[in-house]
Structures are given as structure tokens and as C-alpha cells.
């Protein structure tokens, strides 16, 4: 029972060493190796930049927004409440009156 085992594991490799060649050793290899680690890891710094510009302007308008939101603001429309709004304007009667429509 254990040398089938053995021999369907030795099958996988065999088939594994056909499926997937061997590239050949060069003096280039470690160069060529290094350089595509190089690619690959200014693509990420690049993004890795590009989102950190992102998350630093948006963090500056979200506080530009908030001082801005939070200055004080010398309107007396502001500093009514909804009551007193409604009480200062009393020219509400042409709101609240039926539309007229006349078919000619």
C-alpha cells in the first residue's frame, strides 16, 4: 500500500517536471530577476504615493470644511430659531391660499 503512494507521487512530480520546464541558468538571471522585483515594486510605491496624496488632500478639505463650517456668521438669519423666523415673516397669507384656474 505505501510503494502506490509512492509511485503516484512519484507520477506527480514526473508530470509536473514535463508540464513546467526549467529555465536555464544564465549569468543575466539574477539581474534580470532583480530588475523585474524592481518593476514591480515602483508600481506599488507609485501607488502607494498616489493614495497617500488622496487621503492628505481630502483630509485638508475635510478640515478646511469643519473651520469653515465652524466660523461664527454675523447674519441675523442665522441666529434666529425656527420659531422666531416664522414669527418675523408675516407675509405668509399667499402661500396658504387655494390656486384659482379658470378653463376659457
Given at each position: 500500500?505505501?510503494?502506490?503512494?509512492?509511485?503516484?507521487?512519484?507520477?506527480?512530480?514526473?508530470?509536473?517536471?514535463?508540464?513546467?520546464?526549467?529555465?536555464?541558468?544564465?549569468?543575466?538571471?539574477?539581474?534580470n530577476l532583480?530588475?523585474?522585483?524592481?518593476?514591480?515594486?515602483?508600481?506599488?510605491?507609485?501607488?502607494?504615493?498616489?493614495?497617500?496624496?488622496?487621503?492628505?488632500?481630502?483630509?485638508?478639505?475635510?478640515?478646511?470644511?469643519?473651520?469653515?463650517?465652524?466660523?461664527?456668521?454675523?447674519?441675523?438669519?442665522?441666529?434666529q430659531s425656527?420659531?422666531?423666523?416664522?414669527?418675523?415673516?408675516?407675509?405668509?397669507?399667499?402661500?396658504?391660499?387655494?390656486?384659482?384656474?379658470e378653463v376659457?
Amino acid at each position: 500500500m505505501r510503494g502506490s503512494d509512492d509511485r503516484k507521487l512519484d507520477a506527480l512530480f514526473e508530470a509536473y517536471r514535463e508540464a513546467c520546464h526549467t529555465p536555464e541558468a544564465s549569468p543575466n538571471f539574477m539581474p534580470n530577476l532583480w530588475e523585474k522585483i524592481g518593476v514591480q515594486q515602483r508600481v506599488t510605491f507609485s501607488f502607494s504615493r498616489m493614495a497617500a496624496a488622496f487621503v492628505t488632500a481630502a483630509l485638508a478639505l475635510s478640515i478646511a470644511l469643519g473651520v469653515y463650517l465652524s466660523a461664527p456668521a454675523n447674519s441675523a438669519y442665522f441666529t434666529q430659531s425656527y420659531v422666531e423666523a416664522l414669527d418675523a415673516d408675516h407675509d405668509l397669507g399667499d402661500l396658504f391660499e387655494p390656486v384659482r384656474y379658470e378653463v376659457r
